[in-house]
């Protein structure tokens, strides 16, 4: 299983950026998607999940009302919509999966991709 990152860039602060996380080599659609996040110097942190097929979604305290997740099923991709982007955002951010959806708890995803870099800054 691989997952692969994009989307990533520079952006001011109360900029947008929407990241996608694409399958290689099976079907996304059957499987739970967990995105997180590290910055430098920090742990990592699980900022949003969706369920497959996109029934349920769970965000962070620190994201919730700025991000958005989604899923397209026909393009077998899941989107992290993210506004009102602030400086604290700044991190590496990366997609797993899971047969199940298990929230935010990371250590239930696995096969994460290489990460996209995401920098907020004015």
């Known amino acids: 299983l691989q997952l692969v990152e994009s989307g990533g860039g520079v952006v001011q602060p109360g900029g947008s950026l929407r990241l996608s996380c694409a399958a290689s080599?099976?079907?996304?659609?059957?499987?739970?998607v967990l995105w997180i996040r590290q910055a430098p110097g920090k742990e990592r942190e699980a900022v949003s999940s969706?369920?497959?097929?996109?029934?349920?979604?769970d965000y962070s305290d620190s994201v919730k009302g700025r991000f958005a997740i989604s899923r397209d099923n026909a393009k077998e991709t899941v989107y992290l919509q993210m506004d009102n982007l602030k400086p604290e955002d700044t991190a590496v951010y990366y997609c797993?999966?899971?047969?199940?959806?298990?929230?935010?708890?990371?250590?239930?995803?696995?096969?994460w991709g290489q990460g996209t870099q995401v920098t907020v800054s004015s």
């Open positions: 797993g999966t899971s047969l199940w959806y298990n929230d935010l708890n990371q250590d239930q995803y696995h096969s």
């Open positions: 080599g099976f079907d996304l659609n059957f499987y739970a």
């Open positions: 969706i369920s497959s097929f996109g029934s349920t979604t």
